[in-house]
């Protein structure tokens, strides 16, 4: 199965700029712009646990960390952060954002590890209207260091029109636990797994397309399962 799913997964990735983020400053490119946190903002130093900073380069920041770039291109901005031993502190929240009713939705974004020790494990949530944030899954504690790992979580809106999205850290070490966040995204398609999304398919690559799009949605069905969603 593997051998059809990559070829059709190169295929999709050409159609994937059509996607549309819904987050704002998502790739952080305006800086520390559009999001909220609970961590101190401290762009002159990463050294203490529970700061954070945007910036191009995660060694300037702190001498120890990983020399990479950022996600978006290489030389853009990034969420840096000194993960805290407090793992109800918000790391990043977006601003209310507007979404259709009855809509499934992708919460996404990319992350990286900045020190060997202690990875982080990132916890995604959401609020609807306004109401309790709740937790959609908390993803990996096994990132390899200074690379980026696409984490993907979804949820359906029910009746809400508006969300608010929440990134935590549920990595509670107080050393190591440094790391990058970058492209987080809100949209109705899958940027961390791109499915088929507009543009008609040759002929020839229609089997390609059927079986790829079964086996994807097979796994997009059994990762959903694995993601508890409780509406209010
Ligand atoms: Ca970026
Ligand atoms: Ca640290």
Redesign the pocket.
């Known amino acids: 199965m593997k051998a059809y799913l990559v070829p059709f997964l190169v295929l999709a990735c050409a159609t994937q700029a059509s996607a549309g983020n819904l987050v704002g400053n998502g790739d952080f490119e305006a800086g520390n712009t559009g999001f909220t946190s609970d961590y101190v903002h401290s762009p002159a130093s990463g050294y203490d646990?529970g700061v954070y900073a945007v910036g191009a380069s995660p060694k300037a920041w702190q001498g120890s960390f990983a020399a990479i770039g950022d996600h978006s291109s290489g030389a853009g901005n990034m969420l840096l952060v000194?993960?805290a031993s407090d793992t109800t502190k918000n790391v990043w929240v977006s601003g209310e954002i507007a979404v259709s009713a009855g809509q499934d939705y992708f919460f996404e974004a990319f992350v990286a590890s900045l020190?060997p020790s202690s990875p982080p494990m990132l916890t995604f949530l959401y609020s609807l209207d306004g109401g309790t944030a709740q937790e959609l899954a908390t993803l990996s504690n096994t990132l390899a260091l200074g690379a980026w790992e696409g984490m993907s979580t979804s949820f359906n809106t029910g009746s809400a029109t508006s969300v608010q999205l929440f990134l935590r850290n549920a990595q509670p070490a107080?050393?190591?636990?440094?790391f990058a966040v970058d492209d987080v995204y809100l949209g109705t398609t899958s940027i961390v797994n791109p499915g088929p999304v507009g543009g008609v398919p040759e002929p020839a690559t229609w089997a390609m397309m059927l079986f790829g799009m079964g086996a994807v949605g097979g796994a997009m069905r059994r990762r959903k399962m694995k993601m508890p969603v409780s509406l209010a």
Do not use: F, L, Q, R
């Not at 107080?174 to 440094?178: A, E, Q």
């Open positions: 646990p000194n993960g020190y107080y050393s190591g636990n440094d």
